[in-house]
């Protein structure tokens, strides 16, 4: 995975050694990743599309650049690329296809998504990144057993689904799949995410964690293994941020655009410093000060 070591210098285009391998939540590091899909009132999801973009878990984390104020990430699954700060990083991606067959076989207005990475090794700290909208019971409950639960979405990457669509192949740094039952058969033995054990269990069935599009901004919130949770991307302790409709409670934002075919991740902005503006009073005494200083200079000359 791809657009690592994301730090200080977030603003410029992020060059390196880009490989297609996703990194999966044993490398203590995963690959960022957004699952969406359809059908989330059946026992089985017939529509369910992954897609790697390009960043990891380590460029989430609280103390990351990305998390900080005036950060903007761009994924444009049509276009295949991504922008951080408003410039292109060099990657090849690969999405578009997949999205296309996710929206083509989705009910309008239906998809189901979220964002999230993890860590699954780390112990006793295992830690998770997920968007959504929680509310305070779901936050309150969140306890280590859930957490060590969300390790087995770690099935998503393994071997069997990602011969499926562009992840892992060769010359494409992110790539993606959108599996769909009545195309391709809802045989999770085939290698795909639809069936309750691998796909329901971890996502369909946790609304706190996902949204459909009909509410597409999600907050990120980091899950650690000892039961708490922290919201991403909200504003240093003492600043003053400026109100945006982009942002969910002033807080790092993710926006999910299904018919525009991007998703966007944005921090709260500083609020702009205003140079004050002297009175008309101090302008007079400059004024005088500067006559009296060339009086004086004409006297000594003369």
Do not use: C
Request: proline share 2%.
């Amino acid at each position: 995975m791809k657009l690592q070591h994301i730090a200080a210098a977030v603003a410029l285009a992020v060059a390196g050694t880009a490989h297609a391998a996703v990194d999966t939540m044993a490398t203590n590091n995963s690959s960022l990743f957004l699952i969406a899909f359809d059908n989330a009132s059946g026992t089985q999801t017939q529509t369910a599309g992954f897609f790697d973009l390009g960043l990891n878990l380590n460029d989430f984390l609280p103390t990351a650049a990305l998390t900080q104020t005036n950060q903007k990430v761009e994924w444009d699954f049509a276009g295949n690329t991504i922008k951080v700060n408003g410039t292109l990083q060099a990657s090849t991606n690969s999405w578009d296809a997949a999205f296309d067959k996710l929206v083509a076989n989705s009910d309008a207005g239906q998809i189901k998504w979220t964002v999230g990475a993890g860590d699954s090794v780390s112990d006793p700290y295992v830690n998770f990144v997920v968007a959504g909208t929680p509310n305070a019971s779901a936050l309150s409950s969140q306890n280590s057993g859930k957490t060590a639960a969300m390790a087995s979405v770690n099935n998503l990457f393994s071997l069997n689904l990602l011969n499926k669509g562009t992840v892992n192949v060769a010359g494409v740094d992110n790539g993606a799949w959108t599996a769909v039952g009545t195309i391709d058969g809802a045989n999770a033995a085939a290698g795909y995410v639809i069936d309750s054990t691998l796909f329901g269990t971890n996502w369909q069935t946790k609304p706190a964690w996902v949204t459909t599009t009909t509410n597409a901004q999600n907050n990120f919130w980091k899950l650690n293994a000892d039961g708490t949770e922290e919201a991403l991307g909200a504003a240093a302790a003492g600043s003053t941020i400026i109100n945006s409709a982009n942002l969910l409670n002033d807080k790092g934002t993710f926006t999910f655009n299904a018919a525009a075919k991007t998703l966007t991740w944005e921090t709260a902005a500083l609020a702009p410093v205003t140079p004050s503006v002297p009175e008309a009073s101090t302008y007079s005494m400059g004024l005088t000060a500067l006559a009296l200083m060339g009086l004086l200079a004409r006297r000594r000359r003369g």
